[in-house]
């Protein structure tokens, strides 16, 4: 009987230390004010001195091959930069860091994350950019707050077709990859508002891409397009679009819809002439043909069309 009651008290005593350095080790996150005027750490070992008071990590170009479950224990985190290492594997236990709200793990090794990465909840903004991520995840659809994700220069193949329920992303960076095709989904991204396709082998576009409403940035420079859908004239909101460096023989009449463009850019492709309601296009400021066969008479229409444009032919 006696060990009994020795036992229950010592797991009420444990009990009794152990909650309040639960309560302790994860505090509330920062507001962003507070949380710019906190330092940033960049010796780990100090870090791991003070694990409940860490806010910022910085262990940029430090040769890590890993990311560590030591680090892991560093729950207050709220922004890492991990960029320019040779991390090629995240530890599972990143999913402690449930406050993560920035990370920078650009230039790095990494080709797949764990499933534990998928459940941090707060991440707004992350860079796995410059690493060899072979698709876009549907885990990334997990995040219900991520607002921007660079993943250029990877060698991305395909896009999950989850990335629609991806509904705060405002941001997607996409160039640089390898990619043929897009699913249809990206047309549901709703709140997307810049996105970056250049430098893959895109040779078409799903004409749902252009549902996006808030859509201000699309970037389809070199690729190997040969047409676009006449949708395009839905993206209403498009201020800049880059369309060079394709094979487009002819853009469609509805481009001319897009009355909120400032810049178009149709250099190097195949193009003999243009819409004939160029006049529609009010606003647009930069208009770029160089790199095509557009005869002087249309070259002449063009300019009289748009005649507060700069023109470069």
Same mark, same amino acid.
């Given at each position: 009987?006696? *060990?009994?009651?020795?036992?229950?008290?010592?797991? !009420?005593?444990?009990?009794?230390?152990?909650?309040?350095?639960?309560?302790?080790?994860?505090?509330?996150?920062?507001?962003?004010? =507070?949380?710019?005027?906190?330092?940033? +750490?960049?010796?780990?070992?100090?870090?791991?001195?003070? @694990?409940?008071?860490? *806010? /910022?990590?910085?262990?940029?170009?430090?040769?890590?091959?890993?990311f560590p479950p030591d680090l892991c224990?560093?729950?207050?985190?709220?922004?890492?930069?991990?960029?320019?290492?040779?991390?090629?594997?995240?530890?599972?236990? #990143?999913?402690?860091?449930?406050?993560?709200?920035?990370?920078?793990?650009s230039e790095n090794e990494l080709?797949?994350?764990?499933?534990?990465?998928?459940?941090? $909840?707060?991440?707004?903004? #992350?860079?796995?950019?410059?690493? *060899?991520?072979?698709?876009?995840?549907?885990?990334?659809?997990?995040?219900?707050?991520? @607002?921007?994700? *660079?993943?250029?220069?990877?060698?991305? /193949?395909?896009?999950?077709?989850?990335?629609?329920?991806? /509904?705060?992303?405002?941001?997607?960076?996409?160039?640089?990859?390898?990619?043929?095709?897009?699913?249809?989904?990206?047309?549901?991204?709703?709140?997307? @508002?810049?996105?970056?396709?250049?430098?893959?082998?895109? /040779? =078409?576009?799903?004409?749902? %891409?252009?549902?996006?409403?808030?859509?201000?940035?699309?970037?389809?420079?070199?690729?190997?397009?040969?047409?676009?859908?006449?949708?395009?004239?839905?993206?209403?909101? %498009?201020?800049?679009? !880059?369309?060079?460096?394709?094979?487009?023989?002819?853009?469609?009449?509805?481009?001319?819809? !897009?009355?909120?463009? =400032?810049?178009?850019? !149709?250099? +190097?492709?195949? %193009?003999?002439?243009?819409?004939?309601?160029?006049?529609?296009?009010?606003?647009?400021?930069?208009?770029?043909?160089?790199?095509?066969?557009?005869? =002087?008479?249309? $070259?002449?229409?063009?300019?009289?069309?748009?005649?507060?444009?700069?023109?470069?032919?």
């Open positions: 009987m006696q *060990h009994i009651e020795r036992f229950i008290f010592t797991v !009420l005593i444990l009990l009794a230390v152990w909650q309040p350095h639960k309560a302790h080790a994860q505090a509330k996150p920062l507001p962003p004010q =507070e949380l710019a005027s906190t330092k940033v +750490y960049y010796d780990v070992p100090e870090a791991l001195q003070q @694990k409940g008071k860490i *806010h /910022r990590l910085n262990i940029r170009q430090q040769n890590y091959y890993s224990e560093l729950v207050n985190l709220q922004f890492i930069n991990a960029m320019k290492n040779k991390i090629s594997f995240l530890s599972p236990e #990143v999913g402690n860091l449930q406050q993560l709200q920035e990370i920078n793990f080709t797949a994350l764990p499933a534990s990465f998928y459940t941090l $909840q707060a991440l707004q903004n #992350v860079d796995f950019s410059h690493n *060899h991520f072979t698709e876009l995840p549907a885990g990334f659809a997990s995040l219900r707050q991520l @607002k921007v994700l *660079h993943l250029n220069e990877n060698k991305i /193949r395909t896009v999950s077709p989850q990335v629609r329920r991806m /509904r705060a992303l405002h941001t997607l960076n996409l160039s640089y990859n390898h990619m043929e095709t897009l699913p249809p989904d990206i047309g549901k991204v709703r709140k997307l @508002k810049d996105l970056s396709l250049s430098q893959n082998q895109l /040779r =078409e576009v799903p004409p749902a %891409l252009f549902n996006l409403k808030e859509l201000k940035t699309l970037a389809l420079d070199f690729n190997q397009l040969t047409s676009l859908p006449s949708q395009v004239g839905k993206a209403k909101s %498009l201020q800049t679009l !880059l369309l060079g460096h394709n094979q487009l023989k002819t853009v469609p009449e509805e481009l001319t819809r !897009l009355e909120n463009l =400032e810049l178009l850019d !149709l250099s +190097y492709n195949q %193009l003999t002439h243009l819409p004939a309601a160029l006049r529609k296009m009010k606003n647009l400021r930069t208009l770029l043909l160089v790199g095509n066969s557009i005869p =002087e008479a249309e $070259q002449d229409r063009i300019r009289r069309a748009l005649p507060l444009a700069t023109v470069i032919f």
